[in-house]
Nanobody, 121 residues
Framework: QLQLVESGGGLVQPGESLRLSCTAS????????VGWFRQAPGTKYEDVACITGSDGDPYYLDSVKGRFIISRDTAKNTVYLQMRSLKPEDTGVYYC??????????????WGQGTQVTVSS
């Protein structure tokens, strides 16, 4: 069964960078839509970024445009989320899934373990 595992989170200071990885096992990510999402304590999921199966124009949450980049490395079976100029409001648990909508994932799929990103001075 094709599964995704998130990694790369950590504690950073405002303005610093992190690169998150979403690695597939049990199959290939090639041609699959993959989204990145986040959830801060006590809040709902946010749709942060998404790359479609056709690798068309990616989607970005307005608040991360110009700072985050989603990309796919087929050889490594991984989708990355490069995050720059991090802000405290970027803090949360980051998840990836085979969809662009967190509402869909919540309703029809399941969330993985996620990776914690904390931006704090």
């Amino acid at each position: 069964q094709l599964q995704l595992v998130e990694s790369g989170g950590g504690l950073v200071q405002p303005g610093e960078s992190l690169r998150l990885s979403c690695t597939a096992s049990g199959g290939t990510l090639d041609g699959r839509t993959v989204g990145w999402f986040r959830q801060a304590p006590g809040t709902k999921y946010e749709d942060v970024a998404c790359i479609t199966g056709s690798d068309g124009d990616p989607y970005y949450l307005d608040s991360v445009k110009g700072r985050f980049i989603i990309s796919r490395d087929t050889a490594k079976n991984t989708v990355y989320l490069q995050m720059r100029s991090l802000k405290p409001e970027d803090t949360g648990v980051y998840y990836c899934a085979f969809h662009c909508s967190s509402a869909y994932v919540t309703a029809f799929s399941s969330w993985g373990q996620g990776t914690q990103v904390t931006v704090s001075s």
